[in-house]
């Protein structure tokens, strides 16, 4: 096999392994290397080019949202981005999405708000800022103060997602139905004085 193989990849061939059986012509090896990088690196770019397609067909719901908002869309908003949607996805703290909300409430209709908290969106609000507010500190002491700049926008955006509930007048009206919401929602306050 070692002088067919010889023959079969040039005249010029060495022996790369030291192993007379396998023998590879330098010019050849340097094609194959060549190869390998070129269909790497077409390897490589497909999948990044799969991961950008991926990344911006799951932009954040809030992102998209906001896109929206940005365009103007009107009463078609409010069938598209049902309260239900808008609930689930202020259950994930990420600050777009809170800002988003905040922007889809100044807009909706009565009947708009009266579903998203009778759904539970302000309990999730609620939720929302005591998570964001509670920072466990050591088991005998206080809590900590919240760290970062990023989680201190979000309990802002929170605190403006509420206010524009509480601004409606179907919004007031739950809270007012609802002792709990405003008792949490004191109690939260107090924490944040102390």
């Avoid at 809030?62 to 239900?84: F, T, V």
């Avoid at 708000?113 to 759904?119: I, S």
């Avoid at 700049?149 to 601004?167: D, F, G, P, Y």
């Amino acid at each position: 096999m070692g002088a067919e193989s010889s023959k079969a990849v040039g005249a010029d061939s060495t022996d790369v392994t030291g192993d007379s059986t396998l023998n590879v012509a330098a010019s050849d090896f340097t094609t194959l290397a060549g190869m390998t990088t070129s269909l790497g690196q077409q390897l490589w770019n497909r999948v990044a080019e799969r991961a950008r397609r991926s990344l911006s067909n799951s932009e954040e719901p809030g992102q998209r949202l906001l896109e929206e908002l940005r365009r103007d869309e009107g009463s078609d908003l409010q069938s598209r981005w049902e309260p239900e949607l808008c609930i689930n996805m202020i259950r994930v703290p990420i600050t777009t999405n809170y800002a988003a909300l905040r922007k889809l409430l100044k807009v909706v209709s009565r009947e708009w708000m009266v579903e998203f908290v009778e759904r539970g969106g302000l309990a999730v609000l609620l939720e929302a800022l005591e998570r964001l507010g509670s920072c466990p500190g050591p088991p005998d002491g206080p809590p900590r103060a919240p760290l970062g700049m990023e989680k201190t926008i979000s309990q802002l955006r929170v605190v403006e997602c509420i206010r524009e509930v509480m601004n409606s007048a179907a919004g007031l009206s739950f809270l007012l139905d609802h002792a709990e919401y405003v008792h949490q929602l004191v109690n939260e306050n107090d924490k944040k004085i102390q």
